[in-house]
């Protein structure tokens, strides 16, 4: 619906979907989280009356000194309209500091692990993605690109939330999270909630791709739709959900959005939630990382396994 119709799919508000810690399926990490919102009978901001009042304006790089006397003329930062990127567009993220000098310096570090370690290895996995982004700070890479495009049948994506928000909060640890900014590159985001939360833990851009490629692959059940028509309508489904998700709790802006994790963790451990989303409530008892490494090793299983159904679907 979104590829063909510009918006999204009409849901019941008095869905009963069971939360994610009550299921005997793997479900994605995005699922345990619930945004807060206003405690008012109207919403904030009508996100389609006031619009105008509203942006998805996204700067990605570093931040300036708000306390700093005066403007600082070599400071730049990289403006995009909104926030979800077509694959174009991050290849053109990954190769500005050819384009434009050493303005804008990028470096790509990848979220996966390898298969043999199971669900022991995304642990160490996180801790060193967490330190190769600092190293690549202390290294003046202004742009950072988690992505999970080396995912394989010997690789294993980390889920793209839990490698966002551990970076974000190691690098705001370290005093280096004003230094650079965060791209996120992930086949696993698809939906509104997925790029809100994502943004909530502070990605300045996602760029969906696999969402792309199964727009590409599924265009025979568009109505005549072109690729372009298809992912143009995609995007602009995904940016009137980040609007009216963001009115929710009456947040006008992206940038006051991205990184307020504006969240409440349903079915997380205490000390999950505090090593990696530091700061987000848990009033409820939950999964930790074990099982969220046993999860994504599951689905990696299934998906490379020699099932016939799979086989033949995306």
């Known amino acids: 619906p979104m590829a063909r119709d510009g918006i999204e799919a009409t849901g ?7 939360i994610s810690a009550l299921s005997n399926k793997p479900k994605p990490l995005y699922t345990y989280f619930k945004q807060n919102f206003a405690q008012v009978t109207n919403p904030p ?10 942006s998805l304006t996204t700067l990605i790089g570093p931040r300036p000194n708000l306390l700093g006397e005066g403007h600082d003329p070599d400071h730049k930062r990289l403006e995009a309209h909104q926030p979800i990127l ?9 190769e500005f500091d050819e384009l ?3 303005a804008f310096r990028t470096k790509t570090l990848d979220i996966c692990w390898d298969v043999e370690s199971g669900t022991d290895g995304l642990a160490p996995a996180v801790a060193a993605l967490c330190a190769a982004a600092e190293v690549a700070v202390n290294e003046e890479y202004n742009i950072l690109i988690l992505s999970d495009r ?13 490698a966002c928000s551990a970076v974000h909060h190691h690098l705001i640890r370290k005093g280096h ?25 502070g990605a300045e851009a996602i760029n969906p791709y696999l969402a792309f490629e199964t727009i590409a692959d599924r265009l025979d059940d568009l109505g005549g739709l072109t690729l372009q028509q298809a992912s143009y309508n995609y995007v602009k489904a995904l940016n009137k959900g980040i609007l009216k998700v963001c009115s929710k709790m009456g947040i006008s802006t992206y940038q006051s959005y991205c ?19 530091t700061g987000t409530q848990t009033q409820v008892e939950g999964i930790g990382l074990e099982e969220v490494a046993r999860e994504t090793v599951i689905r990696h299983a299934r998906a490379f396994a020699d099932d016939p159904t799979l086989k033949r679907m995306l």
Do not use: W
Not at 86 to 94: H, M, V
Not at 177 to 201: D, F, K, N, W
């Open 45 to 54: 901001i009508d996100p389609i009356r006031e619009e105008v009042v509203m």
């Open 86 to 94: 077509s694959n174009l567009d991050l290849e053109k993220i990954r």
């Open 177 to 201: 999270r004003t230094e650079t900014g965060l791209v996120i590159e992930t086949g696993e985001a698809r939906e509104v909630h997925h790029m809100c939360v994502l943004a909530g833990y």
């Open 100 to 102: 434009v000098g050493d």
């Open 259 to 277: 990184g307020a994790q504006i969240f409440d963790g349903v079915g997380l451990s205490t000390r999950f939630v505090d090593q990696y989303f």
């Open 150 to 162: 080396g995912m394989s049948a010997t690789r294993v994506p980390m889920p793209a939330l839990l």
């Open 12 to 18: 019941s508000m008095g869905t009963d979907t069971p």
